[in-house]
């Protein structure tokens, strides 16, 4: 829903993004002045917070191709918009009369119907300060607020019911978190906006999702990824080794002799469950290489190097590299 500050507000110099900023770019510079403003990163700095909000106010619109495209389209319509008295050139009766049409007696030009009539159909029939914000056909409802809440990865995972304050102040609200979750998701509560100052239905609060890094998972869709170290000795005779799982107990995996590190096993079922589906977890192995050798084994891995048979296996790289 369209907000009447929304001529005053630049939200692509708030982002310091162009106009045709891309979606990805548009994430990219959002999460970028998150990180920098957020709370967590500024306790106590009431100017650094007071940046944050606004930092995801902008996100939250632009960040919506429908909110997007009418922000742009009421920033086009005010951009050149001077009010003046007397209709004089260049004033608000020439920007908007030569929108809309129809001139008055006087030269003045007018819409049809009238200003009501204009910004009615921007901001749901109200007219721009009309006493109490009154609603022609109806109560105006209340300001969307927007927020932005930090969540543990295991809590946006498995989803779990958290407790945030009101932007602003007021009763701290209850969130049900849904399995699933993923960082950049936006959570919509109804009703948990700005009141509605004619007796209207009260605002939005749109939450914005930061998942906060694991030391050992990452995600790839509904997929959970893990990096396993195993030896040399494992990789190359085979073995049976043991694998984490988010919250769980581990779980074991058969490694084939000769496998090669950046192999990826797969564990099914094991991954991210939400309402699209179930993913699975999946170990990329790693061969570790041992740091430090004693003398003993120095010698037995020479005759074991000795006892290979000749082959460089870069031979095939050097090949394709010079085509």
């Given amino acids: 829903m369209a907000s009447q500050d929304w001529f005053d507000k ?18 990219k510079a959002y999460r970028k002045l998150a990180r920098q403003y957020h709370p967590d990163s500024n306790p106590g700095n009431a100017a650094a917070e007071a940046r944050f909000k606004e930092i995801s106010e902008a996100h939250s619109v632009l960040s919506d191709p429908a909110q997007r495209a009418e922000y742009d389209q009421i920033r086009a319509m005010g951009s050149g918009a001077r009010f003046s008295a007397g209709g004089a050139p260049g004033g608000f009766d020439d920007v908007f009369g030569g929108m809309f049409g129809g ?47 930090g969540l543990e990865f295991t809590t946006a995972v498995h989803g779990d019911t958290v407790t945030l304050e009101r932007p ?12 699933g979750v993923a960082d950049g998701q936006k959570i919509r509560l109804r ?36 990096d396993v170290p195993v030896t040399f000795v494992e990789a190359a005779l085979g073995a049976t080794i043991e694998v984490p799982t988010l919250g769980g107990e ?11 590190s950046g192999r990826v096993l797969r564990v099914k079922g094991r991954g991210v469950t939400s309402s699209k589906g179930t993913g699975d977890l999946l170990a990329t192995v790693q061969v570790a290489v041992p740091s430090h050798l004693s003398a003993e084994a120095t010698t037995h891995l020479q005759q074991f190097a000795a006892a290979l048979p000749p082959e460089n296996p870069r031979d095939d790289l050097i090949a394709r590299a010079r085509g």
């Fill in 10 to 27: 630049d939200f692509y110099a708030v982002l310091g993004v162009k106009k045709d900023v891309t979606e990805a770019e548009l994430k």
């Fill in 103 to 149: 001139a008055a007696p006087g030269g003045r030009r007018t819409a049809p119907g009238g200003f009501e009539d204009i910004f009615g159909g921007l901001f749901g029939n109200a007219a721009p300060g009309a006493a109490g914000g009154r609603r022609y056909g109806g109560p105006t409802k209340g300001r969307d607020h927007a927020a932005t809440v």
């Fill in 168 to 179: 602003g102040g007021g009763k701290p609200i209850q969130v049900k978190i849904p399995a």
């Fill in 191 to 226: 009703g948990k906006g700005e009141p509605s100052h004619d007796g209207g239905e009260p605002g939005d609060l749109v939450l914005t999702v930061q998942v906060r890094p694991h030391p050992v998972f990452t995600r790839d869709g509904l997929h959970l990824r893990v």
């Fill in 250 to 260: 581990p779980v074991k995996l058969r490694v084939a002799a000769g496998t090669p």
